[in-house]
């Protein structure tokens, strides 16, 4: 029985991991993406309402630059981790120029991201 309760002991910290990285998130999402984004709405850049599985630059409503609407791949938290690392490198011409150096500050971000409901 010890092998199951080691398991349950690493998904419960696991879990938790996961929660406090989003809380984090959340923080950084308010202090450097809400200017532009918001979960709710459309603003200077598009809503992030469901972000994960949809196509980049093909939400209804919001004006993309030429370069993402033409983009051809599907928002994962892989592909946001490369956009935020650097959003022309990623999709040259897009209107996104701001950048998240800090790989942990990107990933809580995208945690946050992930834990919201569409």
């Given amino acids: 029985m010890r092998p199951a309760s080691t398991l349950v002991v690493a998904v419960a910290l696991a879990a938790a991991a996961t929660t406090a990285l989003a809380a984090d998130g959340a923080v950084l999402y308010a202090q450097r993406c809400s200017r532009c984004h918001s979960l709710d709405r459309n603003g200077t850049g598009p809503s992030h309402a469901g972000l994960f599985g949809r196509k980049a630059g093909k939400l209804t409503g919001f004006a993309y630059s030429l370069a993402l609407a033409a983009a051809d791949f599907t928002w994962t938290p892989e592909m946001l981790d490369r956009w935020l690392t650097n959003p022309q490198a990623t999709v040259p011409g897009s209107k996104m120029y701001f950048r998240v ?9 995208i945690a946050y991201l992930a834990a919201q409901k569409p």
Avoid: D, G, H, Y
Wanted: net charge neutral; hydrophobic share 45%.
């Fill in 101 to 109: 150096a800090n790989p942990a500050e990107r990933q809580a971000i």
